[in-house]
């Protein structure tokens, strides 16, 4: 079967910084996901990483180590803006009984003033 | 482009009516996905096609089915609704540099 876990809950001050840990157990490793999705809105797409190591695109880092099944998501100078929902999703090969993308059930982050 | 668009944006039910939920994507996307959210459940694959023609089923395909008669539009129906649809369902295609999934905005489901 496949499995991410991911907290359900964080919070984090205003300017501060916060890692997002997510992880997995999954069969036929494709590639690792960060999407970001505020309430009422669709997920949008934050990262990928499909070999190990950090990732950074602006204030937003993605780091992946697939010998340990683990990613986090590191995000620096936290605005009110980066409260969201923070979800983790694992591209397998779809084979029988898998599908193409398994989703954590995501990390609230709650950034306070 | 209007990337990926969904219709409607909400919709109330009575159990066992029937309906259809519309995807359509203007990026010339081989690969279509319909998922539920729910709270505390995450996103969960119902099914997925990879290129028009074909479908096929994820993680929770019982109670609905899909067609891909076009490449630039995924359907999704329930053929006699249950309030255990109650779901926001979200649409997606697969795309870009990377591969990633572009979302629709959603459709908010309530049976009752």
């Known amino acids: 079967g496949q499995n991410i876990d991911q907290p359900t809950e964080m919070t984090a001050t205003e300017g501060a910084i916060v890692q997002i840990n997510c992880t997995y157990q999954?069969?036929?490793?494709?590639?690792l996901f960060w999407y970001q999705q505020h309430a009422g809105e669709a997920p949008t797409f934050l990262s990928y990483n499909v070999l190990d190591g950090l990732e950074e695109k602006g204030r937003f880092s993605s780091f992946l180590s697939r010998s340990k099944g683990y990613s986090y998501l590191l995000l620096k100078e936290l605005q009110m803006k980066d409260s969201a929902s923070y979800l983790c999703a694992v591209r397998v090969w779809p084979t029988e009984g898998n599908t193409p993308l398994v989703f954590g059930k995501g990390t609230r982050l709650s950034v306070i003033a | 482009n209007a990337g990926v668009t969904q219709t409607p944006k909400f919709r109330v039910l009575k159990t066992g009516q029937s309906m259809t939920l519309l995807c359509a994507q203007d990026?010339?996307?081989?690969?279509m996905y319909w998922y539920r959210q729910d709270p505390g459940m995450g996103l969960r694959l119902i099914h997925y096609?990879?290129?028009?023609?074909?479908?096929a089923k994820g993680e929770v395909p019982d109670g609905y089915n899909v067609s891909r008669l076009k490449k630039q539009n995924f359907l999704l129906g329930l053929e006699s609704a249950a309030p255990s649809q109650t779901s926001v369902y979200f649409c997606a295609s697969l795309g870009g540099q990377t591969y990633e999934q572009y979302f629709g905005p959603g459709t908010r489901l309530t049976v009752t």
């Open positions: 990026m010339n996307h081989e690969y």
């Open positions: 999954t069969s036929g490793f494709n590639g």
């Open positions: 096609s990879v290129g028009e023609g074909t479908t």
